[in-house]
């Protein structure tokens, strides 16, 4: 018998992590109907943005302007990705109810993301975690390239952990371990979870899988084997990985919510909700999104 969990929690990362990867332009005011579309559908955790320099991801420039219309719901943790203190300070004045932090666990990408080594990455994120407490923020990190690089390859586990202790004694609240390139499969996540589950609490952990290969939903499934419960996840499957050529995007949310659905694992989430919300922002990309339930939305309408 599958030793599974009752309840999970999915957090949405599409408006961000999704949308920084689109090349069409989406209009303001259609990210914060898309986000309050999102905001209905029972979701507890949605990321908005991200308040990086227009200059890195133009499609996120309207940070501020989106996080100051959007509907928000007492009961929904809306949050921001945030790279210094320039960009912390501006969340700030939006208040914005979580800031995260982000820093690769293997050096090429570290320092191709972020243009520093990861060593010099460490004091630039502590000063945004410290900032971001004192102005009473939760801190969420992300780990990227937890189960391969495309400039290192293969990332020793050892290594990824090491970074992982570094944050949390910074003082984060939950860190999400990302496979960036969607190179993760089942055996793989099995043995690093095994690991990680020696130096941390799960109830501090989730994971970010994209579907690059088709490995997302299976490597929930040895996640959940072993007692995860958070997941990061895009609506429609949104978003990729500019280092992996070809690469698909996010672990689709709405393919996440239908099998945990079908598993009779709570989620709190309105399958007919995220449709909706799924339907509007295609219609906004002009284009099919690739996940699965979006494939047979679209094949039967």
Known sequence: MLQLPEQVTIKEVGPRDGLQNEKKRIETEDKVAWIDH????????????????????????????VAE???????????????????????????IDEVSIFMSSSEAHNKKNINKSIEETYPVLK?????????GKSV???????????????????????VCDRLFEMGIDELSLGDT????????VDQVLAEVKERF??????????????????????????GVTTFDGAL????????AKGASGNL???????MLNQMGIDTGIRQDKLLEAATYIQSKLDKELPSHQMQVTNRSS
Request: with cysteine; charged share 20%.
């Open 252 to 258: 689709a949310t709405d393919d996440l919510v239908h």
């Open 236 to 243: 429609g499957g949104l978003g990729g990985c500019p280092y």
């Open 140 to 162: 969420r990190g992300y780990v990227s390239t937890v189960f391969g690089c495309p400039y290192d390859g293969h990332v020793p586990v050892d290594q990824v952990l090491r």
């Open 38 to 65: 999102l905001s209905a559908s029972g979701l507890s955790y949605i990321e908005i943005s991200s308040f990086v320099h227009p200059k890195w991801i133009p499609q996120l420039a309207d940070a501020r302007e």
């Open 201 to 226: 609490s799960f109830d501090r952990i989730a994971m970010h899988f994209h579907n690059t290969r088709g490995m997302a939903l299976a490597n929930v499934l040895v996640s959940l084997q072993h």
């Open 181 to 188: 390139i969607g190179v993760a499969d089942p055996k793989q």
């Open 127 to 135: 000063e945004v975690v410290d900032g971001a407490q004192q102005a």
């Open 69 to 95: 219309a959007i509907k928000r719901h007492p009961e929904i943790t809306y949050a921001a990705l945030v790279p210094n203190m320039k960009g912390l300070e501006r969340a700030i004045e939006t208040e």
